[in-house]
Protein backbone atom coordinates (compact mmCIF):
# COMPACT_ATOMS: atom_id res chain seq x y z
CA UNK A 1 0.00 0.00 0.00
CA UNK A 2 1.05 3.64 -0.84
CA UNK A 3 1.53 6.25 1.96
CA UNK A 4 -1.27 8.44 1.32
CA UNK A 5 0.48 11.51 -0.56
CA UNK A 6 -1.85 14.58 -1.72
CA UNK A 7 -1.15 17.56 -4.15
CA UNK A 8 -3.38 20.43 -3.46
CA UNK A 9 -3.98 22.77 -6.41
CA UNK A 10 -6.60 25.70 -5.34
CA UNK A 11 -7.13 28.88 -6.07
CA UNK A 12 -8.27 31.24 -3.33
CA UNK A 13 -11.65 33.35 -4.73
CA UNK A 14 -12.85 35.41 -1.91
CA UNK A 15 -15.88 37.11 -3.25
CA UNK A 16 -18.27 36.92 -6.17
CA UNK A 17 -16.70 40.19 -7.99
CA UNK A 18 -13.56 37.81 -8.10
CA UNK A 19 -14.82 34.89 -9.43
CA UNK A 20 -16.84 36.85 -12.24
CA UNK A 21 -13.30 38.28 -13.09
CA UNK A 22 -11.34 34.93 -12.62
CA UNK A 23 -13.97 33.05 -15.28
CA UNK A 24 -14.22 36.00 -17.84
CA UNK A 25 -10.43 36.39 -17.89
CA UNK A 26 -10.72 32.56 -18.88
CA UNK A 27 -13.06 32.58 -21.35
CA UNK A 28 -12.06 35.75 -22.96
CA UNK A 29 -8.17 34.03 -22.99
CA UNK A 30 -10.63 30.97 -24.56
CA UNK A 31 -12.14 32.70 -27.11
CA UNK A 32 -9.02 34.82 -28.13
CA UNK A 33 -6.72 31.49 -28.24
CA UNK A 34 -9.68 29.37 -30.36
CA UNK A 35 -10.49 32.42 -32.88
CA UNK A 36 -6.75 33.02 -33.43
CA UNK A 37 -5.94 29.33 -34.25
CA UNK A 38 -9.53 29.03 -36.76
CA UNK A 39 -8.29 32.20 -38.28
CA UNK A 40 -4.96 30.80 -39.07
CA UNK A 41 -6.54 27.16 -40.07
CA UNK A 42 -8.27 28.29 -43.14
CA UNK A 43 -4.73 29.49 -44.67
CA UNK A 44 -2.04 27.08 -43.08
CA UNK A 45 -2.46 23.59 -41.67
CA UNK A 46 -0.61 22.32 -38.55
CA UNK A 47 -0.06 18.50 -38.69
CA UNK A 48 1.51 16.42 -36.15
CA UNK A 49 2.15 12.63 -36.47
CA UNK A 50 3.19 10.77 -33.56
CA UNK A 51 3.53 6.64 -34.33
CA UNK A 52 1.13 6.98 -37.39
CA UNK A 53 -1.23 8.70 -35.39
CA UNK A 54 -1.99 12.27 -37.09
CA UNK A 55 -3.84 15.78 -35.55
CA UNK A 56 -4.03 18.78 -37.32
CA UNK A 57 -5.78 21.72 -37.93
CA UNK A 58 -8.45 21.94 -41.23
CA UNK A 59 -10.66 24.86 -41.89
CA UNK A 60 -12.11 25.59 -38.10
CA UNK A 61 -11.86 21.95 -37.81
CA UNK A 62 -9.70 19.74 -35.82
CA UNK A 63 -8.64 16.21 -37.95
CA UNK A 64 -7.39 13.34 -35.63
CA UNK A 65 -6.53 10.36 -38.21
CA UNK A 66 -6.30 7.17 -36.08
CA UNK A 67 -4.99 3.95 -37.68
CA UNK A 68 -6.70 0.39 -36.15
CA UNK A 69 -4.54 -1.97 -37.68
CA UNK A 70 -0.92 -2.42 -36.19
CA UNK A 71 2.34 -1.67 -37.36
CA UNK A 72 3.27 -4.31 -40.54
CA UNK A 73 6.75 -6.49 -39.64
CA UNK A 74 9.38 -4.66 -40.67
CA UNK A 75 7.99 -1.06 -40.61
CA UNK A 76 8.76 1.61 -38.42
CA UNK A 77 6.00 4.06 -37.01
CA UNK A 78 5.96 7.43 -38.51
CA UNK A 79 6.66 10.46 -36.31
CA UNK A 80 7.15 14.23 -38.39
CA UNK A 81 5.55 18.05 -37.65
CA UNK A 82 5.14 19.83 -40.65
CA UNK A 83 2.65 22.80 -41.76
CA UNK A 84 0.77 23.10 -45.08
CA UNK A 85 -0.31 25.81 -47.19
CA UNK A 86 -3.28 26.03 -49.10
CA UNK A 87 -3.07 26.24 -52.50
CA UNK A 88 -4.63 25.60 -55.73
CA UNK A 89 -2.61 23.65 -57.92
CA UNK A 90 -3.90 24.38 -60.89
CA UNK A 91 -7.32 26.23 -62.38
CA UNK A 92 -8.88 22.71 -62.77
CA UNK A 93 -8.57 21.30 -59.01
CA UNK A 94 -10.01 22.48 -55.80
CA UNK A 95 -7.34 24.18 -53.01
CA UNK A 96 -5.61 21.56 -51.47
CA UNK A 97 -2.71 21.65 -48.41
CA UNK A 98 0.97 21.50 -49.98
CA UNK A 99 4.45 21.62 -47.96
CA UNK A 100 7.47 23.42 -49.92
CA UNK A 101 8.85 20.02 -49.85
CA UNK A 102 5.69 19.12 -52.73
CA UNK A 103 3.18 17.20 -49.96
CA UNK A 104 0.33 17.36 -50.56
CA UNK A 105 -3.37 16.44 -48.91
CA UNK A 106 -7.07 16.84 -49.04
CA UNK A 107 -8.76 19.04 -47.14
CA UNK A 108 -10.78 17.62 -44.42
CA UNK A 109 -14.40 19.54 -46.15
CA UNK A 110 -13.51 18.49 -49.40
CA UNK A 111 -12.53 14.69 -48.70
CA UNK A 112 -15.18 14.31 -46.66
CA UNK A 113 -17.92 16.11 -49.31
CA UNK A 114 -16.39 13.67 -51.88
CA UNK A 115 -17.24 10.61 -49.93
CA UNK A 116 -20.65 11.50 -49.71
CA UNK A 117 -21.09 12.17 -53.79
CA UNK A 118 -18.74 8.75 -54.66
CA UNK A 119 -21.07 6.37 -52.61
CA UNK A 120 -18.52 3.96 -52.06
CA UNK A 121 -20.41 1.20 -49.85
CA UNK A 122 -16.48 -0.18 -48.18
CA UNK A 123 -16.69 3.11 -46.25
CA UNK A 124 -17.97 4.36 -43.44
CA UNK A 125 -18.98 8.00 -42.78
CA UNK A 126 -21.25 10.32 -41.55
CA UNK A 127 -20.11 13.34 -43.23
CA UNK A 128 -19.34 16.61 -41.43
CA UNK A 129 -22.79 18.14 -39.53
CA UNK A 130 -21.80 21.33 -37.63
CA UNK A 131 -18.09 20.62 -37.86
CA UNK A 132 -18.16 16.82 -36.21
CA UNK A 133 -18.50 13.98 -38.49
CA UNK A 134 -15.91 11.21 -39.03
CA UNK A 135 -15.06 8.33 -41.66
CA UNK A 136 -13.41 4.67 -41.42
CA UNK A 137 -11.25 4.27 -44.30
CA UNK A 138 -9.43 0.97 -45.38
CA UNK A 139 -5.98 2.10 -45.82
CA UNK A 140 -4.82 -1.52 -46.97
CA UNK A 141 -3.90 -0.70 -50.29
CA UNK A 142 -2.43 3.21 -49.81
CA UNK A 143 -0.36 1.89 -46.78
CA UNK A 144 2.07 -0.87 -46.29
CA UNK A 145 3.18 0.27 -42.75
CA UNK A 146 -0.74 0.25 -41.14
CA UNK A 147 -2.74 -2.21 -44.12
CA UNK A 148 -5.71 -1.92 -42.14
CA UNK A 149 -8.67 0.08 -41.68
CA UNK A 150 -8.60 4.04 -40.11
CA UNK A 151 -10.41 5.95 -38.26
CA UNK A 152 -11.02 10.22 -39.04
CA UNK A 153 -12.49 12.26 -36.46
CA UNK A 154 -13.09 16.01 -37.34
CA UNK A 155 -14.49 18.22 -34.55
CA UNK A 156 -14.56 22.05 -34.11
CA UNK A 157 -11.80 23.69 -32.48
CA UNK A 158 -14.53 25.85 -30.52
CA UNK A 159 -16.01 22.58 -29.28
CA UNK A 160 -12.30 21.91 -28.04
CA UNK A 161 -11.39 25.04 -26.94
CA UNK A 162 -15.28 25.35 -24.86
CA UNK A 163 -14.54 21.93 -23.05
CA UNK A 164 -10.85 22.44 -22.44
CA UNK A 165 -11.90 25.83 -20.62
CA UNK A 166 -14.78 24.14 -18.71
CA UNK A 167 -12.13 21.27 -17.04
CA UNK A 168 -10.02 24.16 -16.83
CA UNK A 169 -11.90 26.10 -14.47
CA UNK A 170 -13.16 23.64 -12.96
CA UNK A 171 -10.03 22.18 -11.78
CA UNK A 172 -8.79 25.51 -11.27
CA UNK A 173 -11.86 26.86 -9.23
CA UNK A 174 -12.24 23.79 -6.91
CA UNK A 175 -10.09 22.29 -4.41
CA UNK A 176 -8.55 19.07 -6.23
CA UNK A 177 -6.71 16.99 -4.56
CA UNK A 178 -4.63 13.72 -5.99
CA UNK A 179 -3.05 10.57 -4.49
CA UNK A 180 -0.14 9.07 -5.36
CA UNK A 181 -1.79 6.00 -6.43
CA UNK A 182 -4.31 8.44 -8.73
CA UNK A 183 -1.24 10.10 -10.12
CA UNK A 184 0.47 6.61 -11.08
CA UNK A 185 -2.56 5.79 -12.37
CA UNK A 186 -3.33 8.59 -14.95
CA UNK A 187 0.68 7.76 -16.08
CA UNK A 188 -0.12 4.56 -16.53
CA UNK A 189 -2.93 5.20 -18.81
CA UNK A 190 -1.22 7.76 -20.54
CA UNK A 191 1.79 5.22 -21.14
CA UNK A 192 -0.46 2.61 -22.16
CA UNK A 193 -2.08 5.17 -25.01
CA UNK A 194 1.82 6.25 -26.35
CA UNK A 195 2.39 2.61 -26.64
CA UNK A 196 -0.31 1.10 -28.13
CA UNK A 197 0.41 3.25 -31.69
CA UNK A 198 3.53 1.47 -31.90
CA UNK A 199 2.43 -2.06 -31.61
CA UNK A 200 3.85 -4.42 -34.02
CA UNK A 201 2.07 -6.99 -35.80
CA UNK A 202 3.61 -10.55 -35.67
CA UNK A 203 6.12 -11.41 -38.66
Not at 4 to 12: A, G, N, S
Not at 56 to 85: C, Q, V
Not at 108 to 119: D, I, K, S, V
Request: aromatic share 12%; hydrophobic share 50%.
Amino acid sequence: MFPLVTFDFEIKIKNSNQLVRFVAALILASVVASASLIVRSYTYSDHLTYSDVELSTDEGLFSIMIPLARLAPGHKAYNDWRTYTRHRIDEWTTDRWVTAAGGTKFRAREYFAMLGQAGNDDTISTGIFMGFGYVFVDSTLTSASRPGPLLWIVVPIWAVAAISTAAIGALLCMRARFGIRSLLLLTAIAAVILLLPTLQASP
